[in-house]
């Protein structure tokens, strides 16, 4: 897998300061060539994975 062309999902604890974001990002475009990079609160990705965001 190439990285340059490839987004990436981060999770992040919620309270988590921006700083520790900043740096969280930081590595994925300097160090890892990631496209683009969405950070998402844990939580929220895992109302996702259970399906709880349906509209059964």
């Known amino acids: 897998m190439d990285p340059t062309e490839c987004q990436i999902l981060l999770t992040d604890p919620p309270l988590n ?3 520790n974001r900043e ?9 890892y060539n990631f496209v683009g990079v969405f950070i998402q609160i844990q939580a ?12 059964d």
């Open 23 to 31: 740096i969280m990002v930081e590595t994925r475009f300097w160090k």
């Open 44 to 55: 929220v990705v895992t109302f996702y994975a259970n399906g709880a965001y349906r509209d």
């Open 17 to 19: 300061p921006f700083k």
